[in-house]
């Protein structure tokens, strides 16, 4: 039986012919009758064909594209295809290294679907409610493919509808504990930030380690301290963990116990960045090292200005505070800000502070959150290095 049909009203198909998968609510005719999470195929506003993909009515994503291949079927076996691929590409788990994104949604040609391994646990995020009809072909490949014995499920507020925004499918535990570069990390499937855990900065903790040997390191927005940790096992002389949050910070202090090392001889502060930057005099913090990592500012691109604002704000303060010869490193977490604009702001915020930044690199995600060449929003960490 032939896929429900719906058409570009714009010309846009070249774009979607190149890998794009995504087609936005106003670009689009359909028809109302279509369900969530349907099979259809889109055509060009001359009625050519360009894509099958899943119909999603309630979100602003109306069309997530599959393939650009008529020949090929979108169903379950295509998933499994995509799932088996996307888990050769890993080169995890391995012996130090438990805890990885395991799918990464349009980074992995699974469009609305992401998977985080836990150790024994998986953590679905779905985006929309047409993703949902991913989940139990996916929960079970996971258990067959990595032994999985528990299995949730994230789902944005937007979407939630008559669901729960988090919840187990099969299983549960209260907290997990996984393994990155041989240390333990804690983390709740269910009430932590993104599935848990921000895995994604995996490689850039291990850069900051590295400069943080023997040096005093102060990291902001620290949440559970993963970079504080990181530092501290590679030999850092002191750390300090500032997040207004005081359950991330007392979950930073327990990182310290379960590895081993004294929570007594670092600090773990709770409070406003801001405020707690407002105590140093201009390059007179008593830190070699610091790394800036906020939360999102641009969740939309109607905040981009905002946003903008916000993050040369910030930064300048950071530029300011820190001595001459310390490392510093910014990041930005936002989809909506790539790696061009992201130079700009480090840029006009070093201009700002009156110093000069020297920067080793910019780097994204680990190597388990791959990207799409014609999908710019999927680069949407962005992770600086330099001196002062």
Not at 306 to 315: G, H, K, P, S
Request: glycine share 6%; hydrophobic share 45%; net charge negative.
């Amino acid at each position: 039986m032939a896929n429900p049909a719906i058409q570009l009203n714009q010309p846009l198909h070249e774009v979607i012919r190149r890998g794009h998968p995504w087609v936005f609510m106003d670009a689009v005719n359909f028809d109302d009758s279509i369900k969530a999470g349907t099979v259809v195929d889109l055509y060009s506003v001359d009625w050519e064909w360009v894509a099958r993909g899943v119909w999603d009515p309630d979100s602003p994503i109306r069309f997530r594209a599959w393939t650009t291949n008529p020949d090929v079927a979108v169903n379950n076996n295509l998933l499994e295809q995509r799932i088996r691929q996307a888990l050769k590409w890993r080169p995890f788990p391995n012996a130090e290294t438990n805890g990885f994104r395991a799918l990464n949604g349009e980074g992995d040609r699974t469009p609305g679907l992401v998977c985080d391994v836990y150790a024994n646990v998986a953590v679905f995020r779905v985006d929309g409610v047409a993703a949902e009809r991913w989940l139990q072909p996916a929960q079970r490949l996971m258990k067959k493919l990595l032994g999985v014995e528990h299995v949730a499920v994230r789902r944005s507020q937007i979407y939630a509808q008559d669901k729960e925004t988090a919840e187990w499918l099969e299983g549960g535990v209260d907290e997990v504990i996984f393994t990155e570069g041989g240390l333990k990390y804690v983390c709740d499937p269910i009430s932590g930030q993104k599935t848990g855990f921000f895995l994604d900065q995996r490689a850039n903790r291990a850069r900051l380690a590295e400069v943080s040997k023997g040096r005093r390191l102060l990291n902001l927005f620290g949440y559970t301290g993963a970079f504080s940790l990181a530092a501290a096992a590679a030999g850092a002389a002191r750390t300090t963990t500032v997040d207004l949050a005081k359950p991330a910070i007392k979950a930073a202090e327990r990182h310290f116990e379960i590895n081993g090392l004294v929570p007594q001889a670092h600090e773990f502060v709770a409070s406003d960045v801001f405020d707690y930057l407002e105590q140093f005099q201009p390059g007179r913090a008593p830190f070699d090292v610091v790394v800036c990592d906020p939360p999102s500012f641009a969740h939309r691109r109607s905040d981009l200005e905002r946003a903008t604002q916000a993050y040369v704000r910030l930064f300048s303060k950071v530029f300011e505070v820190m001595p001459a010869g310390s490392h510093v490193a910014l990041a930005s977490c936002s989809s909506h800000i790539h790696g061009e604009h992201f130079r700009r702001i480090v840029a006009d915020a070093a201009a700002e502070a009156q110093v000069s930044y020297v920067m080793q690199g910019i780097w994204g995600a680990d190597v388990d959150h791959p990207i799409l060449a014609s999908f710019p929003e999927g680069d949407y960490l962005q992770f600086s290095l330099g001196t002062l």
